[in-house]
Nanobody
Framework: QVQLVESGGGSVQAGGSLRLSCAAS????????MGWFRQAPGKEREGVAA????????FYADSVKGRFTISQDNAENTVYLQMNSLKPEDTAMYYC???????????????????WGQGTQVTVSS
């Protein structure tokens, strides 16, 4: 089993920045990729970014490219999401997820992820 705990959410004004963290514990050696997803009220959960934990490959949703950066600290079993130039439409609950495989360009498909955190709220005001 793998446990994921997110932190770093909060409220910011448009144009501001936040950095989310996701700490993994448990059977972390089974993880090959981790991702960040978000879900706004009344909307489906959507992929934001993903990273291959065994290398440097990353993927991003078009809506966040150039503004968000996913990174990892393997020694700490932690994945980060640096969010810059935040917009009101980025407001959502953000979830960290992990899976034992690397799905490449299918990274955004939520059923592929075995483990999920509880989420951290990000609110961006205009």
């Amino acid at each position: 089993q793998v446990q994921l705990v997110e932190s770093g959410g909060g409220s910011v004004q448009a144009g501001g920045s936040l950095r989310l963290s996701c700490a993994a514990s448990g059977y972390t050696s089974s993880i090959n990729s981790m991702g960040w997803f978000r879900q706004a009220p009344g909307k489906e959960r959507e992929g934001v970014a993903a990273i291959y934990t065994g290398g440097t490959a990353t993927f991003y949703a078009d809506s966040v490219k150039g503004r968000f950066t996913i990174s990892q600290d393997n020694a700490e079993n932690t994945v980060y999401l640096q969010m810059n130039s935040l917009k009101p439409e980025d407001t959502a609950m953000y979830y960290c997820a992990a899976t034992s495989r690397w799905y490449g360009r299918s990274w955004y498909e939520t059923p592929r992820y075995n483990y999920w955190g509880q989420g951290t709220q990000v609110t961006v005001s205009s």
